[in-house]
């Protein structure tokens, strides 16, 4: 089985794992894992890692995002999205005061570096159970804020009560409390009633494969969707190595500084390192000491 990195354009209705769990049985792969949750009403690019792929699943749970999304104001969930129990509904006077101008000056408003609070109804853990199980019995827990970036958010069009948004963001944002302080902001309220995903990282939804179509494939057809280890951090700098260094990774033995050159300055956090065709060997940061590497994961065997 071919390791790496398989982009799915998920659809509305399943949840992350039911999507892992078909993928798993489609390729009869031994691991098969996501890089970062959709919930069951949101759509679009859910990045599945395939076997060794399931290591570097957290370099795209700390990456950056970017979703299409569409606001509905006037009525405010206890989910924040379409999901959720309706806890208020703005009277038709207000909704008939809203502006454009209004509308185009809360949106821009988001933009950069702040603290965002996260829903009740969210995977986030106290004292380890997901705030969504507690939430469900009454326990509304309300986490401290968290810093979060919002890179680029525009909006793509209005027709009122909805807005559709696109949002280029830090990981950690939650696109549901942008939509509900957007209401707030507004004085009517809002939730988030659709959802899709079409970056992650450097993939792309475009380029993704339907969970549909690749039902539809024969194993050998399906597999090659996955994008092999090699081509899924080149965010990353890369140093090639010889034969010498990698035995030393094979055996897990201490790689030093003088052991490779490495150009691209001491600021790096993580280096790929691959042999000479671009197979992916491991990936290291710089040590404590500043004279070594650690590994961070290990792909040669």
């Keep these: 089985m071919k390791s790496g990195i398989l982009p799915i354009h998920k659809p509305e209705g399943m949840s992350s794992a039911q999507v892992v769990a078909r993928v798993k049985r489609i390729l009869g792969a031994k691991k098969v894992g996501h890089t970062g949750t959709l919930d069951p009403f949101a759509t679009g690019l859910l990045l599945c890692g395939i076997d060794k792929g399931t290591r570097i699943s957290r370099f795209f749970l700390d990456g950056h995002k970017r979703y299409l999304a569409r606001i509905c104001l006037g009525i405010e969930t206890d989910t924040y999205d379409l999901t959720g129990r309706i806890v208020s509904v703005a009277p038709k006077e207000i909704m008939e005061t809203i502006q454009k101008q209004e509308i185009e000056a809360v949106v821009n408003s988001f933009s950069g570096i702040q603290e965002q609070i996260a829903p009740a109804y969210s995977a986030l853990k ?3 159970r997901p ?6 019995q009454g326990k509304m827990i309300q986490k401290p804020p968290r810093r979060i970036e919002i890179f680029d958010i525009s909006i793509k069009q209005i027709d009122l009560p909805y807005i559709d948004i696109d949002v280029f963001c830090s990981s950690g944002t939650y696109i549901r409390s942008i939509g509900f302080d957007m209401g707030r902001k507004l004085g009517c309220g809002a939730h988030l009633s659709k959802l899709c995903r079409t970056e992650s990282g450097q993939f792309l939804l475009k380029n993704a494969i339907l969970l549909e179509s690749l039902q ?3 194993k050998m057809e ?8 090699s081509e899924c951090l080149e965010s990353l700098p890369r140093v090639s190595v010889g034969q010498k260094i990698i035995e030393k990774i094979k055996y897990g033995q201490k790689l030093l500084k003088i052991d490779f050159e490495f150009t691209q300055g001491d600021h790096e956090s993580f280096i790929r390192l ?3 065709e671009n197979n992916l060997l491991a990936i290291v940061q710089p040590g404590e000491s500043g004279q070594e590497y650690k ?3 290990v792909f040669t065997s």
């Design 126 to 128: 106290h004292e380890g």
């Design 131 to 136: 705030l969504y199980e507690l939430a469900r």
């Design 216 to 218: 539809n494939f024969e």
């Design 222 to 229: 399906a597999e090659k969707w996955i994008v092999p280890l």
């Design 274 to 276: 691959t042999d000479t």
């Design 295 to 297: 590994y961070s994961c």
